[in-house]
């Protein structure tokens, strides 16, 4: 099964050659890194792409901060809006028009058998300069349970319908979503395998819930706003998403966020400049306390130099205060401190007697009966009144 899904792409040098034509294929819809409104025809005030952000798999191969201790190396008021289970063309076309409004690009993860249904819809998503990614063959919820041999033919069947509905099958980007975000280690490890890179979701919208399109809206950019940047996960099949995906857009550029358009890293493109703490979900601060002690190397004290043991003089002695306050303090050692010390008036030492204590005087008959007789007599408290018996009176 897997030689037949692979068979257009051959070995992963072949894989990296193929995205290469993609990107050169669809380059124009691409963008540059200085992309922005300004560049979207007949949209003056269109929110624009602001950057494309180029990745390598093989060395980030998992991102998203809900699943995943790296994320993609995004700066504040960053977005990269990302849509599932498509194409369905009702929904899925008009999604597509709202984004070529606002000249936005986006990243699609496809399902199989929805681009064996609509093969036109996948080209669409390449044709407008979207990335299109995978989301398997047929979208069981239930990879966290797969084995191996079941999760084979759903991610190589998902790959090969999407890239036979495309013109051109190296426009297939090799990025890869797990329905639900229901990971398994033996869909990761598969995903691996291949070269894909796993993404999940900096943060939702719950569009995939019976919810209003304002609902969608409002969990969007709340949830943003709480991160400040990060990837949106939202779906291209749902009425409300339709509903809400122009006032996010709208929001978004009224806040000052800007899109970014992940692609491909390819041997002639390589990837952004990053730095690897870029891409921690939890990047280290220096307010932050270091978790661990830092290793003591160890120290051969057979082997090290000894020296005798210090003595008072090695430390010099202290000068007599000066005569005024504003003269100079003379500079360590100071040679009087021998002199003062010896010089110091000495207090005699304690006699034994101070701290003896007379023992106490043995109790008697006679002094047990004075005791008895002098302790005052305690009077038994006065019984409380009932109200029982008040009554009864």
């Known amino acids: 099964m897997r030689d037949r899904a692979w068979a257009w792409v051959g070995s992963t040098s072949s894989w990296v050659a193929l995205l290469l034509g993609a990107l050169t294929a669809v380059g124009s819809g691409l963008g540059s890194p200085g992309a922005a409104a300004a560049e979207c025809p007949g949209h003056p005030n269109a929110l624009g792409t602001s950057r494309v952000?180029?990745?390598?798999?093989?060395e980030h191969p998992r991102i998203?901060?809900?699943?995943?201790?790296?994320?993609?190396?995004?700066?504040d008021h960053e977005v990269v809006l990302t849509?599932?289970?498509?194409?369905v063309p009702k929904y899925s076309n008009q999604v597509l028009q709202i984004l070529a409004d606002e000249c936005v690009k986006a990243?699609?993860?496809?399902i199989g058998r929805q681009a064996k249904a609509d093969p036109?819809?996948?080209r669409k998503l390449a044709a407008a300069g979207h990335t299109v990614g995978t989301?398997?063959?047929?979208h069981p919820l239930s990879f966290n349970r797969m084995t191996l041999d079941q999760v084979k033919p759903e991610v190589d069947q998902g790959i090969a319908s999407t890239a036979a509905a495309l013109s051109d099958p190296s426009a297939l980007s090799?990025?890869?979503r797990v329905p639900g975000l229901l990971r398994g280690e033996a869909v990761e490890n598969y995903a691996g395998t291949l070269g894909l890179q796993m993404w999940s979701a900096d943060f939702l919208a719950d569009d995939w819930r019976s919810i209003s399109g304002t609902k969608v809206y409002e969990l969007a950019i709340k949830r943003?706003?709480?991160r400040g940047k990060g990837i949106l996960l939202l779906h291209d099949i749902h009425a409300r998403t339709v509903d809400a995906l122009p006032k996010i857009l709208t929001e978004l550029k009224a806040k000052g966020y800007r899109i970014v358009h992940v692609v491909a890293a390819t041997p002639d493109r390589p990837a952004t400049p990053t730095e690897p703490d870029d891409w921690l979900v939890h990047r280290p601060s220096d307010e932050t306390p270091v978790a661990k002690w830092p290793a003591i190397a160890p120290v051969d004290l057979a082997a090290a130099d000894t020296r005798a043991r210090a003595t008072l003089d090695d430390f010099g002695v202290l000068d007599p205060l000066p005569a005024s306050r504003a003269a100079p303090k003379p500079a360590w050692p100071r040679p009087a401190l021998r002199l003062q010390t010896a010089t110091a008036p000495a207090l005699p030492a304690p006699s034994a007697d101070l701290f003896a204590w007379p023992p106490a005087a043995p109790l008697t008959a006679q002094r047990r009966q004075v005791a008895r007789v002098e302790r005052p007599a305690v009077k038994p408290a006065p019984r409380p009144v009932r109200m029982a018996s008040l009554k009864r009176r």
């Open 53 to 58: 952000l180029v990745v390598d798999p093989q």
């Open 174 to 176: 090799p990025f890869f």
């Open 64 to 75: 998203g901060a809900m699943q995943y201790k790296e994320t993609l190396p995004l700066r």
């Open 224 to 226: 943003l706003e709480a």
């Open 120 to 122: 036109e819809g996948v």
């Open 83 to 87: 849509f599932d289970d498509g194409p």
């Open 135 to 138: 989301h398997s063959q047929n």
């Open 107 to 110: 990243t699609f993860f496809t």
